[in-house]
């Protein structure tokens, strides 16, 4: 699967922002999704999943109740709608693709998107 992710940039606090990741050469219903970000100088952490299907979702709880994943099957897309962010929200932002049915740990995703940055300013 090739990931493709944009939608970032800079936004004050408060805002909102949705990202995309488009994905190809495979198909994209067989595979568990998710959403990672990465400040600098700290690991990759998850941020929201999304199952097989979009029945189940997953979500950090630094980031529940403003940002919403979803999927689209028909386009091979998935989203992540961010809302009131904060200065803590700052980092790459990666989208991944598991074979699980639903996964929230880094290594259970074999596939991963270029990441796309989001800055929230305060």
């Known amino acids: 699967v090739q990931l493709q992710a944009s939608g970032g940039g800079l936004v004050q606090a408060g805002g909102s922002l949705r990202l995309s990741c488009a994905a190809s050469g495979r198909t994209f219903s067989n595979y568990g999704m998710g959403w990672f970000r990465q400040a600098p100088g700290k690991e990759r952490e998850f941020v929201t999943a999304?199952?097989?299907?979009?029945?189940?979702?997953f979500y950090a709880n630094s980031v529940k109740g403003r940002f919403t994943i979803s999927r689209n099957d028909a386009t091979n897309t998935v989203y992540l709608q961010m809302n009131t962010l904060k200065p803590e929200d700052t980092a790459v932002y990666y989208c991944g693709a598991t074979p699980s049915f639903v996964a929230r740990s880094v290594t259970d995703y074999d596939y991963w998107g270029q990441g796309t940055q989001v800055t929230v300013s305060s």
């Open positions: 999304i199952s097989r299907g979009g029945l189940t979702t």
